[in-house]
């Protein structure tokens, strides 16, 4: 009998010659067992390492690129299986052909729903027997072949290369056609190809109706800013698959933007039944329920949150804030100011200690210790006067809010006309400000601030494109620069100006200075919004540039 390489599906075509394998489990016992059942599968064991625990385990990766990993979803003290999962997909410390299975004694959904974009490939009930591994070896280990060079092409942004070979490997390797289309529409939504994305979904949903397909199309409609059709398409299929937790997860996020606060509180609730050990999707329901008053309910998912990301990657300071935020609220300043304490014990970057500052200073200001408030705020306006403070959009809005209260209404007013600058066309952005506002009693003059800066940010942010399309190239470059200059931190100003430039070169000829700019701008682009279609584009763009010269 021939063997095709590529199909695994019968077990005897296991090879794990010259692989790397990890085995995570906190009980010795169990770790013999699987590195015995290791062995008869024909591993290595000189290419097999142990880890006892969480911390063990990503030390290893830390050292060795693994091609599988078996993991005990229960690791004892510490980090538990999820969360080195996580870690590992976080710091990229594995590819996606790292095969990962996750060990578990336990057959309740709590125990094994987690954060949907960090999955392993399978999970493995104990006992575990030689025949079960083999078998869920097997099937894993054929599809990982099936998408190795996929992966490759993915990992180094060629997606051309790797949509030519999603559809390739759909004419050779038709098992796994449904996977390869996903990819296939992912890989477009990736490279912006949103039209062409679109059609792809809209034939797969012709043929069949797969719930990834309705969340990547409501993905599509969330650019578009369509957002009642994306709201539609995303409660259809959530309907009909509450276990889908991206799709909830997409929901959440519309409703939000849309500002149906309580219905997406709702799914927020009803997603956590399925995951509720989701550190991420407690802290946002904290956030949700504080903005809708439920200062119980959020204090207890902001508590959870905490808890829940004690061990992990994925814990942010924003649970953290939003504990001390709602201790204040609840009158219980002294709670605040304690996890605040917290806080800055487990995070040191400069933009959560300006947040944990000003929030400081609210938690002052509001159980009436006004002169610690006012001098925190000074402390804030002199370390912005003097350009050693750059907060991001959160940490702009509660020192805005600080510097209010405290009576400095004119440096608040400049720092959120600033920050409207930066993304003048982010509806949430736009409407975090009005809240700001309409707190401190500006409500219309907040509004018509949020107008105006928001129209002469859109104004400087187009006039170079308009200008090159009319053929002013001069004109245009000098517009851009001077829009970098007065907003240079806006994503689409620093894009637009890669444009330019890149238009710029193919009609007059490329130099080194202006190639250098280029990617300067585009370098700087890509860091404050990392993944944009529109960098990808403008990058290749620029390359092609680079190999004519």
Not at 216 to 227: F, G, R, S, T
Not at 448 to 460: F, N, P, V
Request: proline share 3%.
């Amino acid at each position: 009998m021939n063997i095709n390489p590529l199909d695994l599906s019968n077990s005897a075509a296991l090879n794990f010659s010259g692989k790397n394998i990890l085995v995570i489990d906190d009980f010795m016992e169990m770790r013999n067992v699987l590195r015995d059942i290791l062995c008869n599968c024909g591993a290595d064991i000189k290419k097999m390492q142990m880890a006892a625990n969480g911390s063990e385990a990503i030390a290893w990766m830390k050292k060795v690129k693994y091609n599988v990993v078996l993991c005990d979803l229960n690791l004892g003290h510490g980090k538990n299986g999820q969360q080195v999962l996580e870690e590992a997909k976080y710091q990229s410390l594995i590819d996606p052909s790292c095969l990962w299975i996750m060990i578990t004694a336990e057959k309740t959904v709590d125990a094994v729903a987690g954060t949907a974009e960090y999955q392993p490939d399978t999970y493995l009930l104990k006992p575990i027997t030689e025949a079960s591994l083999r078998v869920r070896l097997s099937k894993i280990w054929g599809k990982k072949e099936v998408f190795a060079e996929i992966h490759k092409a993915m990992k180094q942004r060629d997606y051309p290369k790797a949509l030519s070979l999603c559809d390739q490997r759909m004419v050779s390797h038709k098992t796994y056609a449904a996977d390869l289309l996903r990819t296939k529409c992912d890989l477009l939504l990736a490279a912006g190809e949103y039209d062409h994305a679109k059609n792809v979904l809209e034939k797969i949903l012709g043929a069949r109706d797969f719930p990834w397909a309705k969340a990547a199309l409501a993905k599509i409609l969330l650019k578009k800013n369509d957002l009642a059709a994306a709201k539609n398409i995303l409660e259809e299929t959530v309907e009909a698959n509450p276990a889908y937790l991206e799709a909830q997860d997409l929901l959440t996020h519309t409703l939000q933007v849309m500002g149906d606060l309580e219905s997406a509180r709702n799914v927020l609730e009803r997603t956590l039944k399925f995951s509720p050990n989701s550190a991420i999707r407690q802290k946002n329901l904290g956030a949700v329920s504080m903005k809708l008053g439920k200062l119980e309910d959020a204090e207890r998912a902001f508590r959870k949150s905490v808890s829940l990301a004690e061990n992990s990657v994925l814990r942010t300071a924003d649970a953290y804030l939003g504990l001390a935020k709602v201790c204040s609220a609840n009158k219980n300043p002294e709670q605040a100011l304690k996890t605040l304490e917290q806080l800055k014990k487990n995070f040191a970057a400069d933009n959560v200690c300006v947040m944990a500052l000003a929030i400081e200073g609210m938690v002052h200001h509001q159980c009436g210790n006004e002169q610690k408030a006012k001098q925190i705020a000074e402390q804030i306006g002199q370390s912005i006067a003097t350009g050693n403070l750059h907060p991001d959009s959160d940490g702009t809005l509660e020192i805005a809010r600080l510097l209010i209260n405290a009576g400095d209404k004119g440096q608040a007013i400049k720092l959120l006309q600033d920050e409207i600058k930066k993304n003048p066309e982010s509806a949430a952005l736009l409407h975090d400000v009005a809240e700001v506002f309409d707190e401190a009693g500006m409500g219309e003059e907040g509004r018509q601030l949020i107008e105006t800066s928001r129209q002469e940010a859109m104004l400087i942010m187009n006039r170079g494109v308009l200008l090159i399309s009319k053929g002013q190239y001069e004109e245009a470059l000098s517009a851009m620069r001077e829009a970098c200059a007065a907003m240079p931190a806006n994503m689409r100003v620093l894009l637009n100006l890669a444009y330019v430039i890149i238009t710029y070169m193919q009609k007059n000829g490329a130099t080194p200075e202006l190639i250098n700019e280029a990617r300067h701008s585009l370098r700087t682009a890509n860091e404050l919004s990392p993944g944009e279609p529109r960098f990808i584009r403008l990058t290749a763009a620029l390359k092609e540039l680079t190999a004519l010269k």
